[in-house]
T-cell receptor, first 117, second 112 residues
Framework: GAVVSQHPSRVICKSGTSVKIECRSLDFQATTMFWYRQFPKQSLMLMATSNEGSKATYEQGVEKDKFLINHASLTLSTLTVTSAHPEDSSFYIC?????????????FGDGTRLSIL | GQQVMQIPQYQHVQEGEDFTTYCNSS?????IQWYKQRPGGHPVFLIQLVKSGEVKKQKRLTFQFGEAKKNSSLHITATQTTDVGTYFC????????????FGTGTRLLVSP
């Protein structure tokens, strides 16, 4: 149980392109999903918390207009990197919890490796 | 802000040797979670510790939560090449929401 699917797994595109990444909870409903960014050999950096039916909560320093998050249903959250530039190249991972509460483990998608040329 | 540090950053062992990673939080935690991320993969939840001084075992892995609930450790006995990866501890952010603060991670390399 608790499977999170993330798509696409890899994107290579030109500078200025907008890229949409999907995160789906396959066998459970996720009221809250999280989006992380991870640079090589570094830890996970939380970008935003995605709440179903409401606006996402962004971490300090993360541009809302640059990283658009939509959580339209209990099983789907999307992250759109708008007008991507080479510095946006990174590994983006989503996660979800099966229940609310601060003691819940997070279940991660496979991640999306984004490369902007 | 709240910080979670891990040492060592990196360790290279021979198969069969033991390995330990230590996790230290700047704040008291209600619980500590451990994740493993294989090279090129995503983090996978291993275990959660809640009680002060709690010790849990999963086969060759032993997890401990400190008495003050500010530190934790993961010990692997007789490492195998399948143990290769980065081990992260994580604790809930003290804002009361579901966010986790991940540790800096320890990368383990095991040579056959």
């Amino acid at each position: 149980g608790a499977v999170v699917s993330q798509h696409p797994s890899r994107v290579i595109c030109k500078s200025g392109t907008s890229v949409k990444i999907e995160c789906r909870s396959l066998d459970f409903q996720a009221t809250t999903m999280f989006w992380y960014r991870q640079f090589p050999k570094q830890s996970l950096m939380l970008m935003a918390t995605s709440n179903e039916g409401s606006k996402a909560t962004y971490e300090q320093g993360v541009e809302k207009d640059k990283f658009l998050i939509n959580h339209a249903s209990l099983t789907l959250s999307t992250l759109t990197v708008t007008s991507a530039h080479p510095e946006d190249s990174s590994f983006y991972i989503c996660s979800a919890t099966t229940r609310t509460g601060s003691n819940q483990p997070q279940h991660f998608g496979d991640g999306t490796r984004l490369s902007i040329l | 802000g709240q910080q979670v540090m891990q040492i060592p950053q990196y360790q290279h062992v021979q198969e069969g040797e033991d390995f330990t990673t230590y996790c230290n939080s700047s704040t008291t935690l209600s619980n500590i979670q451990w994740y493993k991320q294989r090279p090129g993969g995503h983090p996978v939840f291993l275990i959660q510790l809640v009680k002060s001084g709690e010790v849990k075992k999963q086969k060759r892995l032993t997890f401990q939560f400190g008495e003050a609930k500010k530190n934790s450790s993961l010990h692997i006995t007789a490492t195998q090449t399948t143990d290769v990866g980065t081990y992260f501890c994580a604790g809930p952010e003290n804002t009361g929401f579901q966010k986790l603060v991940f540790g800096t991670g320890t990368r383990l390399l095991v040579s056959p």
